[in-house]
Structure formats: C-alpha cells, structure tokens
C-alpha cells in the first residue's frame, strides 16, 4: 500500500524558512523520481519542484534560487527547504511523484502559512 505523508507546514513571517519532509512508503523509493506540489486557496495545483532518483534537480520559475529539493533513500523521504519565504508561497504543499510520472495516491499535505 503506497503512502506518502507530508510534514513541517507552518507559519512563518515573510523573509523566513521552512522545510518540509515527505515520508514515503510501498514503493522502491531509490528509483523513484518525486515532485512537490503546492495547491493555494481557490487555485489549482501546481508542481513545484522535482528530483530523479539519481538526484537531479528542477523547479518552477517561481521558486527557484530560493526552494531546494533533496532526498534521503535511506529513509524512503524527499525533502524541501523554502527560504525566503513569501507569502504568495501560502499553500497546502504535497508530495508525489515527480510531473511526467504516474502519480500516487495523494497524501494529506502540510499547510504553509507566510505572514506579510
């Protein structure tokens, strides 16, 4: 049974920083390229970051230079530190597998509050 659960949500004033984990379970986790995604009030969700599973990295235009991806295999769980935070970034952040892949079944996501 596959399952993903996300952590380390929040609030925090803008300027600040979060990170995130993505524990991930019924899957062969090394091989698997993983995504975050973030979903904001009224919106739709949209992909934010993504890693291979030999650790190449990509982001949205939005974040970049300021969110960074990784990944502990040995721990089945991807990760995603958020600096600068603003508050545009106000969300519900998920994780799954990376955009182009066969998604999983969603977890509950963490919630990201940035307060002007």
């Known amino acids: 049974q596959v399952q993903l659960v996300e952590s380390g949500g929040g609030l925090v004033q803008a300027g600040g920083s979060l990170r995130l984990s993505c524990a991930a379970s019924g899957i062969i986790f090394r091989f698997a390229a993983m995504g975050w995604y973030r979903q904001a009030a009224g919106k739709q969700r949209e992909w934010v970051a993504g890693?291979?599973?030999?650790?190449?990295?990509n982001y949205a235009d939005s974040v970049k230079g300021r969110f960074t991806i990784s990944r502990d295999n040995a721990k089945n769980t991807v990760y995603l530190q958020m600096n600068s935070l603003k508050p545009e970034d106000t969300a519900v952040y998920y994780c799954n597998r990376n955009k182009g892949y066969l998604e999983l079944d969603w977890g509950q996501g963490t919630q990201v509050t940035v307060s002007s």
């Open positions: 890693i291979s599973g030999g650790g190449s990295t």
